[in-house]
């Protein structure tokens, strides 16, 4: 293996590779990217990220050869500015926007990325998802601005999609060193049930069914009902219920689910959605930590980032998908984190096994900004 580029097997984890060598401005190579497959190389969804990619920067190389089963980046400066690009409808706009979180602090100009298609979806992290707990997350690391907001202009539920969102971010110099580790008790819930093309009543029905559950634990419940019409609701008939439950200490976990897509195996009922949502952020709850399961490569990414000081941060118990982006760490960045396993006892209340992430940042610092 080269010292200065990466080469990858199969079409695993493809957006955290490619995100990582444009932070790092090393390349990398994919090969062997589905090459047993029936239809082997990339997906649409993938040409489509990499396109994103290649609007966002400047002077990026993409080679990739003809049956699309091996794929060279080599990355350019991250530019940044407006954005438009229309997200393949495979995937949910999520997918595209958890790189772009990533990215967006270091760009040269501010960026306003407008992306259209599928905002929520059953696979992805759904646009209000992210909204409501990555962008607090990232402000804890000192990436805030009033022009940092992600704005759903229209919704697009799978498989038609159809929606439209807005994410704005302001540029930073560098990223502060956080020491997450007390998330405290919970003090609220807040949620937002949407839906489109579909009887507006159907919000009320997952509202009611999802407090039902969490009434037992907590008072202080406020569940937005989100109905969107006209040229705002997209292609696709669907209603889903995203669930946050904010900690003393300003934590938030978050919990969601969305109805099976038009034509897409059964249907389900609202009541059912709204009762088994609400039952994964208490799972989510029990799991705990100070950033919730979605956002853990997030936090790790920024910590690595920071300045040359010691961040740590308290996680529930690690994902398969940030397992691997510690690997990925690794190998772009050089950085280790020194990771300690804490069991709650018993008479504690504090859920699961809790798990302590303690890293040095590198002190990356924006290369485009020269004056503060």
Known sequence: MASHGLTYDGCNFFRQRLVLSTLSGKHVKIKNIRSRDDEPGLRDFEASFIRLLDKVTNGSRIEINQTGTVLF???????????????????????????LLMLAPFMKTPLKATLKGVTNDPTDPTVDLLKSTALPLMKKFGIDGEAFEIKVVKRGMAPGGGGEVVFTCPVRKTIKPVQLTEPGKIKRIRGVAYSVRVSPQMGNRIVESARSVLNQFLPDIYIYTDHMKGTNSGKSPGFGLTLVAETLNGCFLSAEMSSTPQGQGEPVLPEDLGRNCAKLLLEEVYRGGCVDSSNQSLALLLMTLGQQDVSKVLLGPLSPYTIEFLRNIRDFFQIMFKIEVQTPLDDERKGGDKVLMTCVGVGYSNINKTVK
Do not use: I, K, T, W
Request: with cysteine; net charge negative; glycine share 14%.
């Open 73 to 99: 980046y080599q990355p350019g400066l991250l530019y940044g500015g407006p954005v438009e690009h229309d997200c393949h409808p495979q995937r949910s706009v999520g997918y595209y926007l958890e790189a």
